[in-house]
């Protein structure tokens, strides 16, 4: 009887023990900054570091560069989200919401363009399968740190229209560069995150998604790597390991970034100024004769990240008949070259030329160049617009006549040595005189 109660009691344990919690389900749609050092993986490897484990499921849609416009229109991601079962769907914009260079640099674009379009749209989706929309805030590059309050804005004012949570890295990531410089967040292109600015992202992550604090989870984890955005399933490898110390630092930062946010109402109110745009300054009268000829100077236009400026451009304007004509070549500051390309569609107005050239010999759309003359040289102010996906350049250049060539001096030949005097006429009587 005593072996049979026990099995009874044994059982009936059994029955009354509650059900494993069901693990948290997530999806994280976004680009290189998801998938560096597998961001999913890392805030996996917290939460089952936590006293109780907590159990957290995650999928990743993500591509090189890929922005949520891109995201939209593949079709990938939404396919995915539409499979249901997700708690929270994770939105990451591209860095800089869409390409914006402003001299070579990159700049926060437009929110209103295409980010908050199509944040709108995939937020609809998440909430019809049941599931919260959750903003990722990320980082300004290392060499504009003050374009995180644009990012600010942009993120802030969409998730607050829609009542969607924000993930506060950027902040957090901000207050790191101020309060612990030493930390090493950043890839050494500036941009992406190193193991250590995951980790902090992946801590702002774990404690939105939770309410928990990091503090005291794991500093080393490991999980399968994501190159390209494609899990290797067939390799582990250590996504981060940090110092204990250092560990704890960014998961304090990543906590009180949180709590501060969510003490304010999970918002913020930004108001930064919209970035400056070059101008051109006031011109000379035009006239045809000062145009013609070779002019060379530097161009900021394309990116300084990607090692293409500083570039010098090469101008050559020439008379074609009753109309100018010419050509443009640009030598990037990494060496490469571009053109020369024929100038297209040039006018010459009182005080302004206009033409304009390919942006590259292999992409597509055309640069929009206006010029005008000053007692420097030709000042010019480039432009383009992608009218798809609205990447935007907006640059300038200077250029003078270049130096004529100065040949190496020639020492002067000597003096020819003058002839000699001719010898006296003999006297007439035939002797030398005295």
């Known amino acids: 009887m005593l072996v049979v109660w026990s099995c009874v009691r044994a059982s009936v344990a059994a029955a009354e023990a509650p059900p494993p919690a069901r693990p948290l389900s997530i999806l994280f749609i976004g680009n290189s900054y998801t998938y560096n050092n597998n961001l999913p993986a890392l805030v996996e490897g917290l939460a089952a570091s936590a006293t109780p484990p907590q159990r957290i499921r995650t999928r990743a849609v993500t591509q090189p560069g890929v922005r949520l416009q891109q995201h939209w ?4 991601a939404l396919a995915a989200l539409r499979q249901g079962s997700w708690d929270y769907v994770v939105l990451q914009e591209q860095s800089t919401l869409g390409l914006l260079l402003i001299e070579g640099r990159h700049e926060v674009n437009d929110p209103g363009i295409a980010f908050h379009p199509y944040a709108r749209r995939f937020a609809e989706e998440a909430r019809k399968v049941g599931a ?5 805030l990320t980082w300004a590059r290392r060499d504009t740190p003050e374009s995180q309050a644009r990012l600010t804005q942009a993120y802030m004012s969409v998730a607050r229209e829609l009542g969607a949570p924000i993930v506060p890295a950027g902040l957090a ?9 030493e930390v090493v967040l950043y890839h050494q292109d500036g941009s992406h995150p190193a193991p250590a600015g995951s980790y902090l992202t992946a801590s702002a992550l774990y404690a939105t998604l939770t309410g928990n604090s990091p503090v005291g989870l794991a500093s080393t984890i490991t999980g399968h790597p994501m190159p390209e955005g494609v899990l290797n399933k067939e390799k582990t490898a250590t996504l981060a390991s940090l110092p204990s110390e250092q560990a704890e630092r960014l998961q304090r930062v990543a906590w009180a970034t949180y709590e ?3 003490q304010n109402g999970g918002y913020v109110e930004v108001q930064p100024p919209a970035p400056g745009l070059p101008t051109l300054p006031e011109g000379q009268p035009l006239e045809t004769a000062a145009l013609l000829g070779t002019w060379q100077g530097e161009m900021r236009f394309y990116s300084e990240e990607a090692g293409q400026s500083p570039s010098t451009l090469h101008l050559v304007v020439k008379q074609a008949g009753a109309q100018l004509a010419g050509t443009v070549r640009i030598v990037f500051a990494n060496g490469q070259a571009e053109g020369p390309f024929p100038l297209e569609a040039l006018t010459v107005e009182p005080s302004r030329m206009r033409f304009s050239t390919p942006l590259l010999s292999k992409g597509r759309g055309k640069v929009e160049h206006e010029a005008v ?3 420097d040289g030709l000042v010019g102010l480039a432009r383009y617009e992608n009218p798809r996906n609205h990447d935007r350049y907006v640059g300038t250049w200077r250029l003078q006549h270049p130096e004529p060539p100065t040949l190496p001096s020639v020492p002067a030949a000597p003096a020819p040595a003058a002839p000699a005097p001719p010898p006296p006429e003999p006297s007439a009587s035939g002797q030398e005189p005295l």
Request: proline letters at 12%; aromatic letters at 8%; charged letters at 40%.
């Open 73 to 76: 229109d593949r079709g990938e």
């Open 132 to 136: 919260q929309p959750l903003f990722l």
């Open 173 to 181: 990531w901000a207050r790191v560069r101020q309060e612990d410089p």
């Open 260 to 262: 501060e946010l969510r």
């Open 373 to 375: 003359l000053t007692p």
